[in-house]
Every structure is written in C-alpha cells, then in structure tokens.
C-alpha cells in the first residue's frame, strides 16, 4: 500500500509539472496543426499531380516536429518563461539527425532502379528454350513498378506515347482494329525527326488505366499523350482523337471523325498529319531512313484486318495462337501477295514455332523453312522494310547461327528506321553475341528511353551489365525486369549467375530456388557447383544431364566449368553446336565459360561456330 500511494503521488507531481509546461496544450496544437497541413496537402497534390513520395516526407517530417514539439514544451515552457540551454539544443539536433535518417531511409526505399515486353519472336522478342530467354508471362499492371517513371525536368517537350484507343463498337472481337489504328499511329509518327514516340509495349501496359494523364507522362517519360476510340458499325467508322498535355491534362487538339470504312488510311493519315503538326515534327531526313508502314501495298482493307488479328493472336505467346498468327498472316498474303509485312510476322511467328513448342525434328526443320523462305519473299517485295530486314537477321540468328550476316541485316534494319527501339534492341542482341557487350548496353538504353517498360529488355541489359563485370547495376536492372514482370522465367537465374560471380553461393541458391521451369533445375545445379556440399553438386548435375541433355547442352557446360573441367566444357559446348543450341549466342558475353577464354580450344571453337575470339567480356576468375 505504502508503495502504491507514494507511486500516485509522483504521478501527481509529473502531471503537474506537464500541466506547468503546458505540454497538453502544446501536442494538441501541434496535432490539430498537422491535420489541418495534410488536408490542404491533400488537396494540392492531387490537384497538381505530386509524386506519393512528397506526401510522406511531409508525414515523416510532421511526426518528427511532433517531438521536437515536446522537447522544446518540456524544458521552455515552464510558468511562461522561454529559456534555451546548451543540452535542450543538443537533444533537438540528435532528433533532427534520426528524423533525417529515417526520411533519406523511406525515401530511398521508395524509388527503385530509375531508368521496364515484346512477344517472342517479334521485332525485341525472345526464346523460351534453354539456352535463351523468354517474357511469355502477362505483363503486370503500369502502376507496379514506379522504378520506370522520369523526373518532368528531363521529358523531351517533342515525346508522345499513343495509348490503346477503346473499343467502343460493342463487340470485344473490334478490338484487334482500336489496337491497329493505335498501332498504326505509334507506327506513322515513329517516322518523325527528334520526336520520341513510345512503342506499342509499354504504351499499351495502360489500357484502362485509372493514373492521371501526369503520373502516365512521368512514367512513360513523355510530354504528351494521344488517346481516343474507336466505333466501326457495318461500312461506317468514327474515331475520336484527343492530344493531352501530360502535365496538366489540358488539350492541346481535339477531333472526331465519321467517315466510310474504306478511307480507314486517309483517316489515319489525317490525325498523323494533326498530331505531327501540333508537336512541330518533321519528317525523317537521317541518311538512309525511308518511311515504313505496315500497310499493305494494294490499300486492301482485308489484307489489313487479317494482319491485325495475326498481331493479336502472336502477342499470345501460346503454341495455338502462333498457329493462329500463321492462319492470319497467311490470309493476309492471300488478299495482297505483295504484303512484306505479313510475310516479315510469318517469319517470325515460324521461327516462334520451331524454337518454343514445336518438339519433333521434322517439324521444327520444316518450321524453320517456312521462316527463312517467307523473309526472303518479304525483303524481295520490300527491300527497304525494315521490318523485313529484323526478319531476316532473326533468322541468320537463331536458325542458320550466322552472327556476322545477322548483324548486317539489324545494322540496315536500324537504318532504315533509326526511330525503330526494337530495331536498335535486336541490333544490340547480336553485338552482345559478337562480343561487343559495351555497344549492346549502350544501344538497349537508348531501346529503353522508346520502350521504358520492356521487362525483357531490362533483363538483357542486366545480361550485358553482368559480362561487363558491372555486377551491382546488373542487378538492379533485373530486379527491374521481375518488378514489371513478375511471371517472367530467368530473371532469377541471372540474379543467381550474379551472385556465384560475386562468390556469394549461399544468395545463388536462393535465387536459384525461386526460378520458374523449365529454368528452375539449371538455375539450382548451377548455384550448387558454387557451393561447398559435392554431395549434392554431383546429385544435381546427374539429374541435369538425364534430363536437359538434348535442350541444354550449353548449360550443362556451364556446369562443368564452374566445376574446373574445361574437358568435358567443350565437349559439350561441341553438342550444342551439333544441336543447333540458340545458348552458343551467350558464350562473348559469359564470365563462367569465358574463365577458359586463353585455351587454345576457345578460339578454335569460335572460329567454328563462325564468331570472334575476342570480347568485352570480364572473365570469371
């Protein structure tokens, strides 16, 4: 008792000393205070657009002042009587530091990598086999990964990104023709000097989107936005097109269209023509580009429709939508046989088959036939296609494994549309298999200021940064890559490749353990050759091999070099060769294989395989 009743007593004395300094009057103050700034704050930001982050510094700096509050309360306000002492002032700066900690903290976490996907096959696409990548996973929502927004100051005011126009005929098969139209334009004003226009990958990532016109500029890193939609009923279309100050939402030009289906082209024509003029831009004149358009040559309205619906169908990924691409690509060439655009995407949709779902051997080499001849018609009615030539160089890559022929053709691609981010990508795939990984980084960031939301692109660019020895860029660039594309197999592999290359075996495993199949295994076995248990290692390495013998020979020899046994290395980097493996593109840019760069037999291998024996590359140690 005799404790509890003195314990009541220093309550009493400490709430008197707080009523004193009036410490209650000053919290509530400074309460009511901050409610009243974050409302008005509230207000401001959403009216003007702010960044998220400015609305939690403001918080982080509220609660810090909350104390700060209490502290100068406390020992100033005693009676009234305001004093200042040497250690209220020290108090006051050891708050001050860990308020500011913390803000650089949070704020820090809150910005990721600040610099995100093609279909496989397609001009920027990739391989699923072993041996290459894939993004066949659904892109995420544009909102998850703020890491590709752009600081207002360094948007280019000539920039525009055309978003999907709706679909407002009432029928959801119409909407293979809102996307052509949007594609078509992101296309025509593609071919405009000193505009960045952004491609269709990233722009289309915000269908639907609920951010405001500023939060999708900064994200996309452009000034302006076109948008609209789309009404086709039997013969008749109306289009209404909208340009959008990204900043404020203002309209900068407005129109609406009714006209009959036949003129689709003049109408397209005539908001290419309206949107150029408003954003100032000219024409092309860098030597050699020449004006593309995946029109076809008769103006046949079917050729085109068919052609928009084998683009849909391809963006599928799947086996049956890639024979469904072949159906309407094929179509297409039957309403215009002089179609160099169907006959590039027929390329490529072949080559899609043959290397993702077709299993047989008769099958992937008849697939591979069909690619190869529907390029070569394609540059043969269009030599000055770009499209066409990204064709024909996919085909010297991945089928005939001409690196050198291929690198002609991207070099031409990208030359005859200098504006083309995936014709600069591909461009950039083939240096990185050549050797030149320092060109390939330097060209799929300018890919990604067109692009900036391309998860593959991002993962390549980490590939290139990795060889490069530059392993904690590499890093955040396909951190960057899982953020847009969390479905995505690989990325975690790479992330494994970067650990083992940092010694770090233990982190390998644990990426490793996260890839998706069929990657999973190659991932896993590679991570425990780095590791200390040999048990396991063997384990690993013999299930690898009963398994992935046929599909990933590369990697098996990946295996054996981390295991210090270049013998068996080439041994089997010579059964990749025989079959045909797409991983043999890696070996300039591989710091694991690349350990064994000064024997005599890496040289002879690549004169073998027809690429250089020189490269960039950092070897692993």
């Known amino acids: 008792?005799?404790?509890?009743?003195?314990?009541?007593?220093?309550?009493?004395?400490?709430?008197?000393?707080?009523?004193?300094?009036?410490?209650?009057?000053?919290?509530?103050?400074?309460?009511?205070?901050?409610?009243?700034?974050?409302?008005?704050?509230?207000?401001?930001?959403?009216?003007?657009?702010?960044?998220?982050?400015?609305?939690?510094?403001?918080?982080?700096?509220?609660?810090?002042?909350?104390?700060?509050?209490?502290?100068?309360?406390?020992?100033?306000?005693?009676?009234?009587?305001?004093?200042?002492?040497?250690?209220?002032?020290?108090?006051?700066?050891?708050?001050?530091?860990?308020?500011?900690?913390?803000?650089?903290?949070?704020?820090?976490?809150?910005?990721?990598?600040?610099?995100?996907?093609?279909?496989?096959?397609?001009?920027?696409?990739?391989?699923?086999?072993?041996?290459?990548?894939?993004?066949?996973?659904?892109?995420?929502?544009?909102?998850?990964?703020?890491?590709?927004?752009?600081?207002?100051?360094?948007?280019?005011?000539?920039?525009?990104?055309?978003?999907?126009?709706?679909?407002?005929?009432?029928?959801?098969?119409?909407?293979?023709?809102?996307?052509?139209?949007?594609?078509?334009?992101?296309?025509?004003?593609?071919?405009?000097?000193?505009?960045?226009?952004?491609?269709?990958?990233?722009?289309?990532?915000?269908?639907?989107?609920?951010?405001?016109?500023?939060?999708?500029?900064?994200?996309?890193?452009?000034?302006?936005?076109?948008?609209?939609?789309?009404?086709?009923?039997?013969?008749?279309?109306?289009?209404?097109?909208?340009?959008?100050?990204?900043?404020?939402?203002?309209?900068?030009?407005?129109?609406?269209?009714?006209?009959?289906?036949?003129?689709?082209?003049?109408?397209?024509?005539?908001?290419?023509?309206?949107?150029?003029?408003?954003?100032?831009?000219?024409?092309?004149?860098?030597?050699?580009?020449?004006?593309?358009?995946?029109?076809?040559?008769?103006?046949?309205?079917?050729?085109?429709?068919?052609?928009?619906?084998?683009?849909?169908?391809?963006?599928?990924?799947?086996?049956?939508?890639?024979?469904?691409?072949?159906?309407?690509?094929?179509?297409?060439?039957?309403?215009?046989?002089?179609?160099?655009?169907?006959?590039s995407q027929l390329s490529f949709t072949w080559v899609d088959l043959a290397d993702q779902f077709v299993t047989g051997g008769v099958q992937i080499q008849q697939a591979n036939t069909e690619a190869r001849k529907a390029a070569d018609v394609a540059l043969k009615l269009d030599p000055d296609s770009s499209l066409a030539h990204q064709a024909r160089a996919n085909v010297l890559q991945y089928v005939d494994m001409d690196w050198a022929g291929a690198e002609t053709e991207a070099e031409r691609a990208l030359q005859l549309a200098p504006n083309d981010a995936a014709a600069r990508f591909n461009l950039a795939r083939i240096l990185a298999s050549l050797g030149q990984n320092r060109r390939a980084v330097d060209l799929t960031r300018q890919a990604l200021a067109n692009d900036p939301r391309h998860a593959l692109w991002y993962s390549w660019l980490g590939m290139n940064l990795a060889a490069l020895g530059q392993l904690d860029e590499a890093e955040r660039a396909i951190e960057t890559a899982i953020t847009l594309q969390p479905g995505a197999v690989r990325n975690r592999e790479r992330l494994s490749i970067i650990e083992i290359l940092r010694g770090d075996p233990k982190a390998a495993l644990v990426s490793a353990q996260k890839e998706l199949w069929p990657w999973h295994d190659i991932a896993v076995t590679l991570a425990l050759q780095a590791g200390t248990n040999r048990a396991a290692a063997d384990a690993a390495l013999k299930k690898l091999i009963a398994g992935y013998s046929r599909g990933a020979p590369y990697q098996i020899a990946e295996v054996y070099a981390l295991r210090r046994d270049p013998d068996n290395m080439f041994k089997w980097l010579d059964r990749a060769w025989t079959s045909h493996d797409p991983g043999i593109g890696y070996l300039l840019m591989d710091p694991i294989i690349l350990r064994y760069r000064d024997d005599p037999r890496f040289a002879a291998f690549c004169k073998k395989v027809g690429l250089p024996d020189t490269t960039d590359a950092v070897a692993m140690k």
């Open 1 to 343: 008792m005799g404790e509890f009743g003195g314990g009541g007593a220093a309550v009493g004395d400490f709430w008197r000393r707080l009523q004193q300094r009036k410490l209650v009057q000053w919290a509530l103050a400074w309460v009511a205070f901050a409610f009243a700034l974050l409302q008005a704050a509230d207000i401001v930001a959403t009216r003007f657009d702010w960044s998220p982050s400015i609305e939690r510094y403001l918080i982080l700096a509220l609660v810090l002042g909350f104390f700060v509050v209490l502290v100068l309360a406390w020992y100033h306000g005693e009676r009234g009587i305001q004093r200042v002492g040497g250690t209220e002032l020290l108090i006051i700066a050891l708050l001050l530091a860990i308020g500011g900690g913390l803000i650089w903290r949070f704020g820090a976490a809150a910005h990721p990598l600040p610099v995100a996907s093609a279909a496989a096959g397609s001009p920027g696409g990739a391989k699923r086999n072993p041996g290459t990548s894939s993004n066949a996973a659904p892109i995420v929502a544009a909102g998850a990964a703020a890491s590709a927004q752009q600081p207002a100051a360094s948007i280019p005011a000539e920039s525009v990104a055309v978003l999907p126009f709706t679909n407002d005929s009432g029928a959801a098969d119409q909407q293979y023709f809102s996307d052509g139209l949007s594609e078509d334009l992101i296309n025509a004003l593609s071919q405009f000097q000193g505009l960045k226009v952004i491609s269709r990958n990233s722009a289309f990532q915000f269908r639907n989107s609920k951010d405001s016109s500023a939060v999708i500029g900064r994200k996309l890193g452009v000034a302006h936005l076109l948008e609209g939609s789309v009404q086709k009923l039997g013969d008749e279309v109306r289009i209404s097109a909208t340009l959008v100050n990204a900043a404020d939402g203002s309209v900068a030009w407005s129109q609406q269209y009714d006209k009959p289906y036949k003129d689709l082209f003049a109408l397209q024509d005539a908001i290419t023509k309206a949107v150029s003029g408003a954003l100032q831009a000219r024409l092309l004149t860098a030597p050699g580009a020449v004006v593309q358009s995946d029109r076809p040559p008769s103006g046949n309205l079917d050729a085109y429709a068919a052609y928009q619906h084998g683009i849909a169908y391809k963006a599928l990924v799947t086996e049956a939508g890639d024979h469904q691409a072949v159906d309407a690509f094929t179509k297409a060439i039957r309403f215009d046989p002089k179609y160099a655009a169907a006959y």
